[in-house]
């Protein structure tokens, strides 16, 4: 299986910029993708492709990456944005990451 | 609108079966895959496998062959999920989710999940 290591936990403030970071334990290419979850709801697509913004998702997400290192960027941080966020590649099989819970200060 | 709505939490003892539904509505149901996650409680996402919602065929991710079922009743643009045999580690959310594309499976639109408890 291919492994995807997220970073458990970040902390910032309102209006920041945050990046949140996945490496895949091999070359996924570009099949790499990112959601939001928040308590008690599904996850919410935000990037598919590592780069392109899914329909509808502010302009202030991003992402970055290819082969083994993918970055999630939102800039500026809002409050609403307090979720965790799971990456997940589709190149060999499907995994997620184990997530990276975002709190705004 | 695109809506997949699942069926209601589920309390079952362990060794009973359970099935859950993922009615899709709002497009052609026949167009895209449907996939399964499961979420252990407080715990990250684990895909299971997926569903050709054309030719009904099954694909299972290796952690969930044996005791998972995959159908669909194609109809009435549902896709399911039976569990036999229910463990205590099987208590999870389990969300359906729609993939838009056969060559790059990401995950668009998802079920609201589906809370299974198995407890005796």
């Known amino acids: 299986d291919t492994v995807l290591t997220q970073s458990p936990a970040l902390a910032v403030s309102p209006g920041e910029r945050v990046t949140i970071s996945c490496r895949a334990s091999?070359?996924?290419?570009?099949?790499m993708h990112w959601y939001q979850q928040k308590p008690g709801q599904q996850p919410k697509l935000l990037i598919y492709?590592?780069?392109n913004l899914e329909s509808g998702v502010p302009a202030r997400f991003s992402g970055s990456g290819s082969g083994t290192d993918f970055t999630l960027t939102i800039d500026p941080v809002e409050a609403n944005d307090t979720a965790t966020y799971f990456c997940?590649?589709?190149?060999?099989?499907?995994?997620f990451g184990s997530g990276t819970k975002l709190e705004i200060k | 609108q695109i809506q997949l709505v699942q069926s209601g939490p589920e309390l079952k003892k362990p060794g009973e079966s359970v099935k859950i539904s993922c009615k899709a509505s709002g497009y052609t149901f026949t167009d895209y895959a449907m996939h399964w996650v499961k979420q252990a409680p407080g715990k990250g996402l684990k895909w299971m496998g997926w569903?050709?919602?054309?030719?009904?065929?099954?694909t299972y991710a290796d952690d969930f062959k044996g005791r998972f079922v995959f159908s669909l009743e194609a109809s009435a643009s549902t896709a399911n999920l039976q569990i036999s045999n229910l463990k205590n580690e099987d208590t999870a959310t389990y969300f359906c989710?729609?993939?838009?594309?056969?060559?790059?499976?990401?995950?668009?639109?998802w079920g609201q999940g589906v809370m299974v408890t198995v407890s005796s």
């Open positions: 569903i050709n919602t054309y030719t009904g065929k099954p």
């Open positions: 997940q590649q589709s190149w060999n099989d499907l995994t």
């Open positions: 989710a729609r993939s838009r594309s056969k060559l790059l499976p990401f995950f668009d639109y």
């Open positions: 492709g590592a780069s």
């Open positions: 091999e070359s996924v290419s570009t099949r």
